[in-house]
């Protein structure tokens, strides 16, 4: 388990990040609701942050937590882990302080957040109780009360940590950045998280934090701009978000500002490019020379920057790739970061089968995706030419079965189509969501034409609407295909039958 733990946010003021808190994970050990739960795991939250990592202050892991454990008459269970954080303030066993113990005694490696000295740990405040709420912190305070907390189990299905009393994972119950414990850090008191909301990266704010811890932070003068500027933000991020017209003005700056970071090469190539003709101008050969270097430099930059499309695929193509055709509904979206300490992003897609076109796959059974990209807080990843799913559509789905990684969408965004319904007759149909399937439902469009010319003649007055194919003709249309395939196959394998 992977989180983070901060103070309160008050009057206007973000939280700030727990630093050598103690969290404690306490297991129903013996499968026996009756009796007290055991303090089985333990960790202290991060001091400090690293020169090129992301930033570990307030945040933990909790390692190696039992996914099973057997009781004394061997039963094999599913053991629940129910968390708490309190301070190493010397307070007693019976509230995970050891008396006369500081956090320093146990963590004598992690720095001060200006990497200087020891200290900077934090030891005054509340103890706290995780509890799934509807609503930022709903934690239960003092560690007493730990029986009131939410107790968390290993989901096999999954293979994600969920609740035991709603299945919900931590992506939902702690959506965006929200923390674990204490109060998320809310836009309202930050004007460049206000500025950046929306960016689809980071590197224009990551580039101002670096410049805070590593630059500001390590003078007296830069730490006092700096809390100059955290006691002005507040009234600053609250004056954007009340007046709509600077805050556009603020988040197109921004978005140039991140432009120029992300393409800082071609910037350079080009201010270089100016200088460089602006040099030769007066000697006409030498100016031909240099344009022509410039125009090969350009091409050999922005190879790098060109999109990796996925080749057009036909129809049958995409069919015989696929392991299972299916329509379905999706049930949940929830995106994170795919490993501590990488900056990337992926999301997580449930999906429940209304019907099978190919393979084997029952309904109302479950189907669980990966796939690149997604959204956390302000954070917005986007992997070209994949799908991106929503909570709540109804789909068509083409997939690849992997051993060991389990389902894949066949040929990335050509592999997925939305289905929609027609506000006057219900019919159901079959909906492109971006280019490459665009192509690929024209293809069947197509074919489906061609098929059903007879039927198209007898009913001139039953037009389609573009860009959409009618679901059940498209099934039916795939699994001719299929059938066809099948029969292509077996001839193969024995062509005397």
Known sequence: ISHEARGSANYGFPSLPTAGGHVVAWADADNDPATPRVPLFSTITGMYEYVEDTERRGKFELRGLFKQLETSTGLTFLPSYILTLNPLDGSGYDRQAPLGGTVEAYDSLHLSEHGDARGDYSAGFRSQVFVEGEYDNANVYDIEKRAL?????????????????????????????????????????????????????????????????????????????????????????????????????????????????????????????????????????????????????????????????????????????????????????????????????????????????????????????????????AVVSYATDMPRFAEGEEVLLYLEYREGFGYLVVAGSRGKYDIAADGKTGVKYVVAPDAPAKLGLKDAETAIEQDDAQTADENPNDPQPDGKVPLEDLKEYLRDIVKKQDAARKTAKDPQN
């Open 149 to 377: 907390g939410t107790p968390l189990v290993y989901d096999p299905i999954t293979g994600r940590v969920v609740s035991a009393e709603t299945g919900a994972s931590l992506a939902v119950m702690l959506p965006g950045t929200t923390p674990m414990f204490g109060d998320r850090p809310t836009e309202e008191v930050c004007p460049i998280n206000v500025s950046t909301a929306g960016l689809t990266s980071s590197r224009f704010p990551d580039g101002l934090r670096r410049l805070r811890d590593g630059v500001l932070l390590r003078s007296a003068v830069g730490a006092a701009a700096t809390d100059a500027y955290y006691r002005a933000a507040p009234a600053a991020a609250a004056f954007l978000i009340r007046h709509k017209a600077i805050c556009g003005l603020a988040r197109s700056g921004a978005a140039a500002i991140e432009w120029v970071f992300v393409h800082y090469a071609a910037v350079l190539l080009l201010v270089s490019s100016m200088v460089l003709l602006r040099a030769a101008y007066p000697h006409k050969r030498r100016a031909a020379v240099a344009g022509a270097v410039i125009l090969v430099a350009c091409a050999l930059l922005f190879v790098q920057f060109a999109d990796a499309r996925i080749m057009r695929l036909s129809t049958e193509q995409v069919v015989a790739m696929s392991d299972d055709i299916v329509t379905g509904n999706v049930t949940s979206v929830e995106s994170r970061w795919a490993e501590e300490g990488v900056r990337k992003i992926v999301t997580d897609v449930s999906i429940t089968v209304t019907d099978t076109v190919k393979g084997r796959l029952n309904k109302d059974g479950q189907i669980h995706l990966r796939v690149p990209g997604g959204r956390i807080g």
